[in-house]
């Protein structure tokens, strides 16, 4: 039983008014809300466990380690990982794909190749620069069509002896655009030894993760965007990939033996996770997990998908309103403008009056603008807890800017 009340009052932010009016809040693909059960796992924390992990034989110390191990298996089996110690906790997405750019340094040389797509957020466009830069390895780039889809024809020209990592994103934030991740990952296996990196940001939050079924090297995510506190994310990585690679962040905790001789490193998780990590956030991930369990990938996706259909329909019939990859497979995001009407943020200001939270800009997608000849769009995003009636008041914003800006 899927019932949208009662998911809604697990969520206290949901009741409170912006500019006088019932907030909608649309802007989930920035960041989600947090249900109050994630919350309640946060507050546990700090007045009855708070202790650092890994380091004390006191009860507190200890239970702050077994509530965060268990909080790790949580994840381990959310995104179906073989191991639990190749799930690595992080403060976000941008953190574990500069990790991984950081430690694949020594692998690479001048003249390598690094893929990513026209769709990534600039923190999977970035940290590769800086590879680049490193390194002398290039970077090419997967074009997309009008429709905004990858033309994967690019990646099969691409793909070579010289590609050394394949990075891409499984639903692209800007459009919501659905990648086609298995087709791009059976390529880059078939015609290359390329590392394969997928940025999961927008996908842990929509779908079924199984990174063994995946196949991929790493996958990122980040915890805010899946009702879970800011500053948490995962990093997971194949054992033996992580095992071979160097570490990143030296320092207390991902030390085996440390002398100023030498120094040797633990094991993994230990070895990416040096310093004291956040962990009533690391427990409060576990606790967001258990919230979207309960509540059923399905339902999420099924419930998801047709507001989006239904959020696209409407918009659609709005004249002069165009979505941006209106074609293509999406999932939680509705990507528009209202040709020849002010911009974007003119739209979003007045949504804003009217106590509608959605985006506008460029996404940190600049290169997709650039693509469109648009300075940004207005998104509107989608989660497990917003309703129909939402959409309606969207579209009668939306309709309401364009009678004031035309
Ligand atoms: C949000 C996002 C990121 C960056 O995540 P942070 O949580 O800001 O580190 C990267 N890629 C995609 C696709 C995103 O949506």
Redesign the pocket.
Same mark, same amino acid.
Request: hydrophobic content about 20%; some cysteine.
């Given at each position: 039983m899927f019932d949208i009340q009662e998911i809604r009052s697990q969520f206290s932010i949901l009741d409170r008014e912006v500019n006088g009016k019932p907030l909608v809040y649309l802007d989930n *693909? *920035?960041t989600s809300q947090k249900p109050n059960s994630v919350l309640e796992v946060c507050h546990a924390y700090y007045t009855e466990l708070n202790a650092n992990v890994h380091r004390g034989i006191h009860t507190l110390s200890q239970l702050a380690t077994e509530e965060m191990e268990l909080s790790r298996r949580k994840i381990q089996k959310f995104i179906n990982a073989e191991h639990d110690f190749e799930v690595i906790f992080t /403060?976000?997405?941008?953190?574990g794909?500069n990790l991984i750019a950081y430690i694949l340094t020594q692998k690479l040389q001048k003249d390598d190749e690094i893929i990513i797509s026209y769709l990534?957020?600039h923190? +999977?466009i970035v940290p590769w620069q800086m590879l680049c830069e490193r390194t002398g390895a290039r970077l090419r780039v997967i074009p997309i069509d009008e429709n905004g889809v990858l033309q994967l024809d690019y990646l099969d020209q691409y793909l070579s002896e010289k590609t050394k990592v394949v990075s891409v +994103?499984q639903?692209? +934030?800007a459009l919501g655009i659905v990648n086609p991740i298995e087709k791009i990952i059976a390529k880059t296996r078939k015609n290359s030894d390329a590392y394969i990196v997928i940025?999961g *940001?927008?996908s842990a939050p929509h779908f079924d993760i199984d990174v063994q079924k995946m196949d991929c090297d790493f996958f990122v995510f980040?915890g805010? /965007?899946m009702y879970a506190p800011m500053g948490t994310?995962i990093l997971y990585g194949k054992r033996e990939i992580l095992e071979a690679l160097p570490p990143f962040h030296g320092g207390g905790e991902m030390i085996a033996t440390c002398s100023f001789e030498g120094t040797t490193y633990a094991g993994l998780p230990f070895k990416y996770e040096a310093g004291t990590p956040n962990v009533g956030g690391n427990i409060a991930l576990g606790a967001a997990v258990d919230f979207m369990n309960r509540v059923g990938h399905e339902n999420i996706q099924n419930h998801e998908n047709a507001l989006l259909e239904y959020a696209q329909r409407q918009l659609l019939e709005i004249e002069g309103l165009k979505v941006y990859g209106e074609k293509a497979k999406r999932t939680g995001v509705v990507s528009f403008n209202l040709e020849g009407v002010g911009i974007a943020s003119d739209v979003g200001m007045i949504l804003d009056k009217m106590g509608i939270a959605v985006r506008t800009g460029h996404h940190?997608t600049q290169p997709i603008m650039n693509f469109f000849n648009i300075a940004g769009t207005v998104r509107a995003s989608f989660a497990v807890y917003n309703t129909f009636e939402e959409i309606d008041r969207l579209v009668e914003g939306v309709k309401k800017a364009q009678r004031m800006l035309g």
């Open positions: *693909a *920035a /403060k976000g997405t941008t953190e794909i990534e957020h923190s +999977n +994103n639903v692209s +934030n940025d *940001a927008q980040s805010h /965007k994310g940190c």
